[in-house]
């Protein structure tokens, strides 16, 4: 399956309800608009940056900022079901997918957060709802303890609040990208990182696919940054108790990425949080279980809207 084939399969889908971890069913609305996916690219202080657009843009900005070393068509499979209510954006970030590199390296959260606020502000996307997996999930974090008022809701995937150094991450920095030799290569070895998944094969073909670009000889390479694998650590303990907007922190069920001690401790930290373990999933909690992912995050925004209408 390629990208246009999983796209077509997706817009072919009859409306159907989601269910979210806890077995509560979500009514879809059907389709008003094309749902397949426009891309577009964005200028954020001298950095060009690239994202993916479904949805109505008259329809309540959802932004997507994918993990570590990964790209915005991880979201692709779910991207569309979501646009049937909401206008989806699914970011590249920098030194990712197809937004640009920067020499010399800037790949520290707060360069991330920077590209954040300027594409929330050039877009006038606020306020928006905002969802983060690993990386993405600790950027969106970052983001939302000092600017809750721009947010309708958050939800952060699979991360922590401390983000630490880590020596294989370091080590991986300065390896070669790896080289392959045609698609059938790519296929063959391309592997997440963390390795453990229980993505359809499919799926993960699809990313697989849309993590390389075509080098001059004919070969295939990833198409991100390897300088982008190391940050300076941080911590925003202090910062959680300024997250004022509904959050939502999930786990995989399995994952070895977040403990359930770590999520309960931010739950407590945060005056609007709940924390909810996905089943039948590791770190990579959307590609594992994204039927429960979709049901629990529809759930989630569901709420927040109908929360936001009662105060007003």
Request: include cysteine; aromatic fraction near 6%; proline fraction near 6%.
């Amino acid at each position: 399956m390629d990208a246009r084939d999983a796209r077509d399969s997706m817009d072919a889908r009859d409306a159907r309800d989601s269910m979210d971890a806890d077995g509560r069913v979500i009514p879809v609305s059907s389709p008003t608009v094309s749902l397949a996916p426009h891309s577009h690219f964005i200028k954020i202080r001298e950095v060009t940056l690239h994202y993916w657009e479904w949805g109505s843009p008259t329809n309540p900005p959802l932004l997507l900022l994918h993990g570590g070393s990964a790209h915005a068509h991880w979201w692709d499979h779910i991207a569309a079901d979501l646009a049937r209510d909401y206008r989806v954006l699914a970011l590249d970030l920098r030194g990712h997918g197809d937004s640009a590199w920067t020499t010399p390296p800037a790949y520290e959260i707060e360069d991330y957060v920077a590209d954040l606020e300027g594409v929330i502000a050039t877009l006038k996307l606020a306020p928006l709802s905002l969802v983060g997996h690993s990386l993405g999930g600790f950027i969106a974090l970052t983001y939302a303890t000092a600017n809750a008022e721009a947010l309708r809701a958050l939800v952060v995937i699979d991360m922590g609040f401390r983000l630490r150094q880590s020596r294989r991450l370091r080590l991986l920095s300065h390896l070669p990208a790896p080289i392959y030799q045609d698609e059938a290569d790519l296929l063959d070895r391309f592997r997440l990182l963390p390795m453990e998944t229980r993505t359809p094969s499919a799926l993960l073909q699809h990313i697989a696919r849309c993590s390389v670009c075509l080098l001059e000889d004919g070969r295939l390479t990833l198409k991100f940054d390897r300088a982008t694998l190391i940050r300076e650590p941080r911590d925003l303990a202090s910062r959680l108790p300024h997250l004022t907007c509904p959050a939502l922190f999930l786990r995989g069920s399995d994952s070895q990425n977040l403990s359930a001690a770590t999520l309960a401790e931010m739950v407590a930290l945060c005056p609007r949080a709940r924390g909810l373990d996905i089943p039948d999933a590791g770190h990579h909690v959307f590609l594992d279980n994204s039927a429960a992912f979709l049901g629990t995050v529809r759930s989630f925004l569901h709420d927040t809207t109908k929360e936001r209408r009662c105060k007003t």
